[in-house]
């Protein structure tokens, strides 16, 4: 799915639980600490998009993501509100401006506790699917066994 996402040039996320009328500032320049806080307290910050396991892939494959709320209003995209969402999801800012289609080296240098960091508060229905969503982030290609419950993570 990872190099499904890296194809896409433009990704659409649907964020059900944000209200399309919070006032998202742009934070691409870094904000003036009133500006972050009030940004962290936005619905955008806590949507439960940015927790669910699968969409780390989606937010970092893609050249561009596109983010509307539940009244399919444009809040913004991963360039515009990137400074934002690296304070969300801490993922490195270059990773979130340019999609990794064009940074797969860059992808790969980042040292593996820095990805995993990444995914560290993301939560997954299924308990293999916490693997499974990060194997495009590290490169791996292997066939999905849906089923495997714990043995997938040992």
């Known amino acids: ?18 209200n399309s009328r919070t006032e ?8 003036n600490p ?4 009030e940004f962290l307290l936005t619905d955008f910050a806590r949507s439960r998009w940015f927790m669910r396991g699968w969409t780390l892939q989606e937010l970092i494959a893609p050249a561009e993501v596109r983010f509307f709320g539940k009244d399919w209003i444009y809040l913004g995209s991963n360039k515009s509100l990137s400074h934002g ?5 801490g993922i490195d ?14 992808l790969n240098a980042i040292p593996i506790a820095r990805k995993m960091s ?18 495009g982030i590290f490169g791996v ?4 066994l ?3 419950g714990p043995k997938v993570l040992r």
């Open 24 to 31: 998202l500032k742009d934070l691409q320049e870094d904000p």
């Open 93 to 106: 800012l270059d990773i979130l401006r340019s999609g990794v289609y064009f940074t797969r080296a860059r």
């Open 1 to 18: 799915m990872f190099e499904w996402y890296a194809k896409a040039y433009i990704y659409y996320a649907y964020l059900s639980d944000v």
């Open 85 to 89: 969402i690296g304070k969300i999801t």
């Open 34 to 37: 009133n500006d972050e806080l």
């Open 146 to 148: 849906h089923g495997e």
């Open 141 to 144: 290609n292997m066939p999905m």
């Open 118 to 135: 990444w995914a560290a508060k993301r939560k997954t229905s299924r308990l293999e699917d916490q693997a499974y969503s990060l194997l």
